[in-house]
């Protein structure tokens, strides 16, 4: 689905109005849903070692979600308790790989059996709105904690402009937003990485 909102010419006053635009478009996937095609997508694989560090990290959260591999996009599935990101081999650097798998591991950390962080526990929540904007905001910084922690480079904050877009909006509006999402991105991180 595709949607944005369009400027027009209302007929009756002659005003300016913005209206929802709203476009669909039917995809399948050519390799599973279609035969005798082949896919044109040409697919890039990388060969890396692991971070030890990295991996105590990951090894040491001890109630974490199922982590699944699938290339794609990375996700963390609240009702399923799951975590999906792509293999090492499909990140251009292994630090790439641990900071996406580090960001969906902190959002796990909201799930209701954990911390029950609002942006992972309520429902209708939506890409852009508040609600994500602030969720989004605690996975990115406690993202770059946990890289922090492991000595590694968090790659994944310059992927990410269109959230920093919707944190600057908020930001404009709270500006204790910042300090109440690195708190709850320091307890998440903590959860994840109890101190010994």
Known sequence: MFWKWVERENEETGEKEQIPFLRYYKVFNVIKQAEGLQSKRETETFDHDTIESAQQI???????????????????????????????????????????????????????S??????????????????????????????????????????????????VQSWLRELKEDSKLIVQAAAQAQKAADYIRPSK
């Open 114 to 163: 954990r911390l029950a962080r609002k942006g992972i526990t309520q429902s209708g929540v939506s890409f852009g709105d508040e609600v994500y904007s602030k969720e989004e905001l605690v996975a990115e910084i406690g993202a770059a904690m946990l890289c922090g922690v492991a000595g590694i480079e968090n790659t994944i904050i310059k992927n990410s402009a269109s959230y």
């Open 58 to 112: 990951v090894r040491g959260y001890k109630d974490s979600p199922v982590i699944h591999h699938h290339s794609g996009r990375a996700v963390y599935f609240p009702g399923l308790d799951r975590v999906s990101v792509p293999p090492l081999k499909d990140c251009r650097t292994a630090e790439e790989y641990y900071s996406v798998l580090f960001h969906e591991m902190i959002h796990s950390t909201g799930h209701k």
